[in-house]
């Protein structure tokens, strides 16, 4: 079955370390995407990138880092300059983001990170 | 992004129609409406979208209003199983990259 992968479901890191968050789809699809979502909150755009090699800041990117090397990946990197990382990521994906219109977006089941 | 404005909390009860109210009187006349809904603990969940005319599928209904100032996502049959919290967002079908932007939506409650 098509879907999109994150791993791990809960994952603990401890203040001042950095730590990769995998999202791997095989739905064949151009875009990517990395939200967070605090408790009771919308989420929030972190990074994207339309196309491999290619990312763009979202709305929140201070602190995390991201790499597209392969069109199925998109890893998120918590650097230990997000002051706040203790969050949920959602990872998604639209499959052909070029040719405008509405686009279905495709999310991942969520890494739920916890700094202590 | 044009903003959109949901009631935080609503209720159903089994069996019976929900009827989710969105006001977004600031759409432009390339955004699509788009619904989500997110149960606890996973990534939101496609529902239905539209841009002008109402529309159908097996998930829900999506009325428009005439203006397009205001939409309404029809659960016909509402069940415990669809308590979560539901997104109204616009996108621009004009811009390239799929950005959705969620506020907090309404959060279901099913009785029932």
């Given at each position: 079955?098509?879907?999109i ?12 370390q ?8 095989n739905?064949?699809h151009d ?14 755009l ?5 196309i ?27 650097t ?5 990382p203790?969050a949920f ?15 279905e977006?495709?999310f ?9 | 992004?044009?903003?959109?404005t ?6 159903s009860?089994?069996e ?35 841009l002008t ?12 209003a005439?203006?397009?100032k205001s939409?309404t ?19 621009d ?14 959060i ?5």
């Amino acid at each position: 079955d098509g879907g999109i992968t994150q791993s791990p479901k809960y994952l603990f890191r401890k203040e001042g370390q950095n730590v990769t968050l995998s999202c791997e789809q095989n739905l064949n699809h151009d875009a990517m995407y990395w939200y967070r979502q605090d408790p009771g909150q919308g989420l929030r755009l972190i990074y994207y990138s339309q196309i491999v090699n290619d990312f763009q800041k979202g709305d929140i990117a201070e602190g995390y880092s991201v790499s597209r090397e392969k069109k199925e990946s998109f890893p998120l990197t918590v650097t230990s300059a997000q002051k706040n990382p203790t969050a949920f990521y959602l990872c998604a994906s639209i499959p052909r983001p070029l040719a405008g219109g509405p686009h279905e977006q495709f999310f991942g089941p969520g890494t739920r990170l916890t700094v202590l | 992004d044009a903003k959109t404005t949901q009631p935080n909390s609503m209720e159903s009860n089994e069996e019976e129609p929900v009827h989710l109210p969105c006001n977004h009187s600031t759409i432009s006349g390339t955004d699509y409406i788009h619904w989500y809904r997110q149960l606890p603990s996973q990534g939101p969940e496609y529902v239905i979208h539209g841009l002008t005319s109402n529309v159908n599928n097996r998930m829900a209904s999506l009325a428009i209003a005439e203006d397009r100032k205001s939409s309404t996502l029809i659960l016909h049959r509402a069940t415990l199983r669809d308590a979560a919290v539901y997104y109204c967002i616009l996108r621009d079908g004009g811009t390239s990259y799929g950005k959705l932007t969620f506020g907090q939506g309404t959060i279901l409650t099913a009785h029932p």
